[in-house]
């Protein structure tokens, strides 16, 4: 059963920073690019950044260039997403994602930036 499990989000100031954490299981993690969502209210889903199997590779959304990395470490099965320079526009639910056969996503953690 495949898992998908975001943490690390919550409450900051802007300008400040959040580290998430998207910890999966049931399938082979080190073998897959996983991606980072996003999803603002009254706005669509949104891609923000995502890495190759190795993580040699990474893509960003404009938005978040310069601002947010994206790692992994295959032997935690995790995939992280370093956000600083907070904006208030940043405020999202943030999710992980992997394309099996199937897209998987997790429950999502949220970030808000404010002060």
């Known amino acids: 059963q495949v898992q998908l499990v975001e943490s690390g989000g919550g409450l900051v100031q802007p300008g400040g920073s959040l580290r998430l954490s998207c910890t999966a299981s049931?399938?082979?993690?080190?073998?897959?690019?996983m991606s980072w969502y996003r999803q603002a209210p009254e706005k669509e889903r949104e891609l923000v950044a995502d890495?190759?199997?190795?993580?040699?590779?990474?893509n960003y959304a404009d938005s978040v260039k310069g601002r947010f990395t994206i790692t992994r470490d295959n032997a935690k099965n995790t995939v992280y997403l370093q956000m600083n320079s907070l904006k208030p526009e940043d405020t999202a639910v943030y999710y992980c994602?992997?394309?099996?056969?199937?897209?998987?996503w997790g429950q999502g953690t949220q970030v808000t930036v404010s002060s």
């Open positions: 994602k992997v394309r099996l056969r199937y897209d998987y």
């Open positions: 049931g399938f082979t993690f080190s073998i897959y690019a």
């Open positions: 890495i190759s199997v190795r993580g040699s590779s990474t």
